[in-house]
């Protein structure tokens, strides 16, 4: 059972912006057969989407904390659209893969230009779904 808590934690770290290895024990019980990868894919996803969540809301209370503390905004008005309008265009093609090490932070951005939670995390989650499936799989 530990093996499973294990790879529950590393998931969740790894979706989360904590910077992590990715998925060492999903991967080393895979590799070494004798284990029905079903149970540990689904684990990983929900692990997955428990760091996902977790960025969402710092995201959304990071800004917000900010906000409250100084009085001051984060950036100037026209620049704040300007990037919301690049991130509400492109956002659904990319938050599905934001698994990738690069693009972990775009759920930290749903969550501070105000994107629906639903809708981020789902995304996000989507994706997470389709990697582990792949893995699953292949």
Do not use: C
Not at 82 to 106: N, Q
Not at 115 to 122: D, G, K, N, P, T
């Amino acid at each position: 059972m530990s093996l499973y808590s294990d790879i529950f934690i590393e998931s969740a770290l790894v979706a989360s912006i904590i910077p992590f290895n990715s998925d060492p024990t999903y991967f080393a019980m895979r590799s070494f057969g004798g284990h029905d990868m079903l149970i540990p894919s689904i684990i990983a996803v929900l692990g997955s989407s428990a760091g996902i969540i977790f960025n969402y809301l710092i995201g959304r209370l990071g800004l917000e904390l900010y906000r409250s503390k100084s009085g001051k905004k984060v950036m100037p008005l026209a620049t704040y659209n300007k990037f919301l309008g690049v991130f509400s265009r492109y956002f659904i093609v990319l938050l599905p893969f934001s698994w990738l090490p690069m693009l972990d932070f775009l759920i930290f951005l749903a969550g501070i230009f105000g994107i629906s939670a639903r809708l981020a995390v789902s995304l996000a989650v989507a994706g997470q779904i389709a990697r582990y499936t792949w893995y699953l799989f292949s």
